[in-house]
């Protein structure tokens, strides 16, 4: 999809244009603005696209997600309820899922959380009973909601909080033309630092994403108001913690993210354990993280492997690569990392442990 005429102009001028007028601005703010157009202009999946995610590499990973939703619900007495999807991608994921939970005899309404037309039209074709929405607000209230966001945290912006002598400082973006540069701002914010990092050596890095904690406690909202579970996947960390985890992808490799913002996928590793903490404050239950391999092993991957594979055989070994792909300590086993949020009553789900 090729980008709409814009009368103020490209992207990358008009963010230049903005801090030209007004100073450097936040790391989230450019990130905010680079990956609204990004999503808003293209298909960024597959071998044509920028990158891949799970969905995409095997059929057995929404199929999984579909059958620990179906238990979930099997085990909390099969009540009405509604599937939701935030940033469902292709829509790849809610059809393996909805697949498996129909052969469980669950058959909920679909509701998508998407902002990209580009994305909405090939939702569209893998789910055509699906229904929009731009955030929360739009999602139904009169049922128990089962959520799955699969690398949807990681695209939400992030602020870099940077070790000085002088105290910690926010990292802003600057611009010379239309090269842009982090810079380091001037306010202080030692008073929000964690305690554990108050004495961290100068040039550190740490990571939050507001963003991110205000769509938790949106969820959590919900879930507590209607009942039901959230299953959140995606790459990241039990933090806080320390480090530079901001990228950028595009054609299947890492470039520059302050290079033709816009035209990149900008990423940031997820703070898992400020996510759950923030779960727990609002008064949800919450379980993990733990690697996805262990958790897609938990589920099941091994026999549905195995089954595909028998009425397939001459897929057996992309059938087998995928399951590497996917449980691999060197692959995506390991770095990405499962959470299970559910509203207080609800069982644990599976994967978790008990």
Known sequence: MTEQANPDGPLPERIARAITLAGPIPLSQYMGAANTHYYATRDPLGTRGDF???PEISQMFGELVGLALADLWDRADRPDCHYVEL??????????????MRSAGLTPPVHFV??????????AKAVPDAEWSLDLVGIPDDKPLLVVANEFFDALPIRQLVKTQQ????????????LFIPVIGNTIFDPIIPPQFRDAEDGSILETSPPSVAILRALAARLLQQGGAAIVIDYGYAGPAIGDTLQAVRGHAYVNPFEDPGEADL????????????ARVEGLEAYGPVPQGAWLRDLGIEPRA?????SSPDRAADIAAARDRLTGDDAMGELFKVVALTAPGWPIPAGFGE
Do not use: K
């Open 87 to 100: 940033g469902p991608g292709r829509g790849t994921l809610a059809a393996d899922a909805l697949r498996a």
């Open 267 to 278: 990423t940031a590793h997820v703070d898992f354990g400020t996510l759950i903490e923030a």
């Open 52 to 54: 891949t995610t799970a």
């Open 167 to 178: 105290g910690w400082r926010e990292r802003l973006v600057a611009c010379q033309d239309t």
């Open 114 to 123: 998407e902002n990209s037309p580009a994305l909405r039209a090939e939702q």
């Open 306 to 310: 195995d089954a595909l594979t028998r």
